[in-house]
């Protein structure tokens, strides 16, 4: 594979990433988690995402009252823990149905267009 052809698939895998962040990261706030252990738990999972990315998103959700968050001062160092709400749980769950669509409809094109 070219250079050229590696740069442009980097850059749209980039932009894909970012479009699909958000559900895995609402996946993984059933129960409390702070930043770290989210980019942690993700990377695990084979999703990645650096914590420049992830604070940012943290904040916008919580702004649009899809998560809630607590204070957890016991701990040497005080932790934000984040988690869904009743909101944030009824969106993603949408948010799945309709991810589940793009996949089917994106896996028949693609299957089509390799059949041809």
């Known amino acids: 594979m070219s250079e050229d052809v ?8 980039h932009e894909l990433r970012r479009g699909t962040i958000t559900i895995g990261v609402l996946s993984q706030l059933s129960e409390p988690q702070y930043g770290y252990s989210l980019v942690t738990m993700l990377n695990e999972k084979g999703v990645q995402v650096e914590p420049g990315t992830l604070y940012p998103l943290l904040r916008r959700l919580e702004k649009q009252g899809l998560l809630s968050s607590k204070w957890d001062t016991n701990e040497s ?12 749980r009824m969106v ?8 589940r669509k793009i996949v089917s409809s994106l896996d028949f ?7 041809n």
């Open 92 to 99: 993603y769950d949408e948010l799945c149905v309709e991810w």
């Open 109 to 115: 094109i693609i299957e089509e267009d390799r059949g």
């Open 6 to 13: 590696n740069k442009l698939v980097d850059k749209l895998m």
């Open 77 to 88: 160092r005080p932790r934000k823990y984040y988690y869904l709400n009743h909101l944030g």
